[in-house]
């Protein structure tokens, strides 16, 4: 036991390996391999500490986003979701230092930098495509949800949709509405 106690000769400690020191690494709850996450911020816990401040977001004048919605080929009122395209493309716009001015009615693109104006613009083309692509998307699920069996599979597609217990799924409603889809009438079956 004394012999352990003892320093080791010279020529054996430059033979050994080097000491490797520990990382300096702080305690995680996730997979110690991957990098530290950024930690949150604070939330009041009072009325005492001060608010967060809030990120205002940039705003268009109305006559704005009415002629960029007739650029893109949307129709507001008719499509109501699609309004985060025409915010979209307004943003990307100022990101890259273009606004958009109203002439005429018709939309006109500047660049705050040069002063170079033109009349169209690659990043509003690109989101036309995308707008056409949504429209004729949302018109094939139209017709998609006229067919029965698409009808079918989808009521199944959302019943199952996060349940790990198939008594949860099989409820009497989602069985009245599949022999509705299907034109079933219990009463003419003989089960």
Known sequence: VAWLLLPAPACLCSMAAPILKPPNMQRTYSDPDLPQLLPLPVRPSS????????????????????????????DVEEHPDFRWVIRDCLLSLRDEGWTCNVKDGDLEFVYLEKDKRRPDHPIVEAHQQMAQRLLSVQQELKFKHLDPHYRVRYLVYLAIMGETDIRRVATPKLIEDIMADLDVSPLDEPY
């Open 47 to 74: 009325s005492y500490e001060p608010r967060p401040k809030v990120v205002e977001h940039a705003q268009f004048t109305q006559a704005v986003v009415e002629a960029m919605s007739q650029k893109l080929g949307l």
